[in-house]
Nanobody
Framework: QLHLVESGGGSVQAGGSLILSCSAQMSRFERYTFHWVRQAPGEERDWVASIHRNGMIRYSDLVNGRFTISRDNTKNMVYLQMMSLKPEDTAVYYC?????????WGQGTQVTVSS
């Protein structure tokens, strides 16, 4: 059974930083590709970043250069370091794990950026 728990969200002012964490309770963590997506009120979920099991990383153009995704295969943890935050980054952020099929998602953590 796969279980993902996000943490680290909060309220910051524009220009601030946050680090989101995703704790993944699963076996064979290293087999999975992990994603971060976000959903603002009244909006659809938007993809933010992914880190493949082989270490390859991709970012949305909206966050490229400001956000950094990483993983620690020894701790079953995935991180999203967010810098230079903007009010439009306000959303619930979800961590997802994928191994060939559809991703499984956590419950999300709220990030609020005030101007």
């Amino acid at each position: 059974q796969l279980h993902l728990v996000e943490s680290g969200g909060g309220s910051v002012q524009a220009g601030g930083s946050l680090i989101l964490s995703c704790s993944a309770q699963m076996s064979r963590f290293e087999r999975y590709t992990f994603h971060w997506v976000r959903q603002a009120p009244g909006e659809e979920r938007d993809w933010v970043a992914s880190i493949h099991r082989n270490g390859m990383i991709r970012y949305s153009d909206l966050v490229n250069g400001r956000f950094t995704i990483s993983r620690d295969n020894t701790k079953n943890m995935v991180y999203l370091q967010m810098m230079s935050l903007k009010p439009e980054d306000t959303a619930v952020y979800y961590c997802g794990a994928q191994d060939g099929g559809a991703p499984d998602w956590g419950q999300g953590t709220q990030v609020t950026v005030s101007s």
